[in-house]
Each structure stands twice: as C-alpha cells, then as structure tokens.
C-alpha cells in the first residue's frame, strides 16, 4: 500500500457544482497534513493545512478522519479557476521529519 | 520576501553532460528538499537538508549530489546526466508542521 493515496481524476464538474476528493494515509502515527494546489506547470502552493477539528477557508473545506485515515477537501460554488491539481501531503513519521505527496487529483472546472 | 528561488527555469544536456541547480530560500528555514514530479510518479523526493552541512537521501537519490554549505543555499548536481533525469525539479524549504513552500521549478531535458 502506498503511504498516500489519492484517485488521480480526472474529475470535471460544471461551475457552480460542489466537489470534494479524498486523500487516504498509511501511517496511523502521521500528524500533519496539507492540501496543496498546483497549476500547469507550476509550482505546488500550500492551500490548507488540515486539522483534527477540521478547518474553512472561503468555499474550501478540509477535514481529517483519523480512524478511517484520509483527510478530504471540499470545494463549493467551484469556480473555473478552481481548475488545477490538487495535491494532498502526510507526514512520514519514520526518520527525520518529511512530507509524502500524493499523485495528485485533477480537476476540471466547466462553464 | 522571494521565498524559494531556484535557477535555471529551464535546461537541455546531453547525456553524460554535468549541471548544478540552485535554490536559495530566504525564510531563514533549517530544513530543505530536493524534488522530482514525473507524470504519474508525482513528487519524489530526491534529498534533503536539516541544517546547513547536513544532507540526507531521499527516495530517489541515485545519480544525484546535493551540498548544503550555507543555510540559505541547497545545491543539486548531475554528474552525468541521463535521460532518466528528464523531469521537472522543484526545490521546497520549511518544516513538516508548517507545510512547505516551493520553487518554481527548473524543467531538465536529457536528451
């Protein structure tokens, strides 16, 4: 099993529709987790961080389901510049500190 | 506040041909990556810094160097490059709690 694992999409919704991806984690131990966003050929840019408690930004929300393990995002009202990869990241808690990535989600957003 | 700074955006080599890829953060960040995304392999990291003089691997460190002589620098070198390093290469500084920020990315073309 890989440690992160997310579905690669592509997911393409018209504007205006809700939409939420899922990002699953191996390690029970992980603590820290991110949503990041990146746009063609671009780099990754960090969009949320995801906490125990769940957490809002605008139209964006994250949330962490530790006994299933995998945080998911969810997007309302998506607009087209929602369109881009989204790119979940895990702690790996063995050895120093790192950040695992998932592949990525692709998302379309359609007028 | 440049943030993470990598240089060059773009290279073609040759196989066999050396190079050096730059990144210079000015976040005062003790931790820093190296990172290839591939299509479908997403981001792997490469090596990594805890702290200026430390170096450590990553996944996929084979065929690659790094140097971390001052805080604010982390280098990566090909020795000689193969076609196997054609990728996009994204340098990335900060700390697994706080998530974290990413160059723009140097595109490497082996040919």
């Known amino acids: 099993r890989k440690e992160v694992e997310q579905d690669p999409g592509p997911f393409n919704v018209p504007e205006g529709a809700t939409v939420a991806f899922n990002c699953t984690y191996s390690?029970?131990?992980?603590?820290?987790f991110f949503w990041y966003r990146q746009d063609c050929r671009k780099e990754p840019k960090l969009l949320m961080s995801v906490y125990s408690s769940g957490n809002e930004d605008g139209r964006f929300t994250a949330q962490l389901n530790r006994a299933s393990q995998y945080i998911s995002l969810l997007i309302r009202d998506s607009k087209l510049s929602d369109s881009a990869t989204y790119l979940c990241a895990v702690n790996r808690v063995q050895g120093a500190q790192k950040l695992v990535f998932g592949q990525g989600t692709r998302l379309t957003i359609n007028p | 506040n440049a943030g993470v700074t990598q240089t060059p955006k773009f290279r073609v080599l040759k196989t066999g041909q050396s190079m050096t890829l730059l990144c210079a953060q000015d976040m005062n960040h003790e931790y820093m990556y190296w990172y290839r995304q591939d299509p479908g392999m997403g981001l792997r990291l490469i090596h990594y810094s805890v702290g200026e003089g430390t170096t450590a691997k990553g996944e996929v460190p084979d065929g690659y160097n790094v140097s971390r002589l001052k805080k604010q620098n982390f280098l990566l070198g090909l020795e000689s490059a193969a076609p196997s390093q054609t990728s996009v290469y994204f340098c990335?500084?900060?700390?697994?709690?706080?998530?974290?920020?990413f160059g723009s990315g140097t595109r490497l073309t082996v040919v």
């Open positions: 390690n029970s131990a992980s603590q820290s």
């Open positions: 990335a500084s900060g700390i697994t709690q706080g998530g974290y920020t």
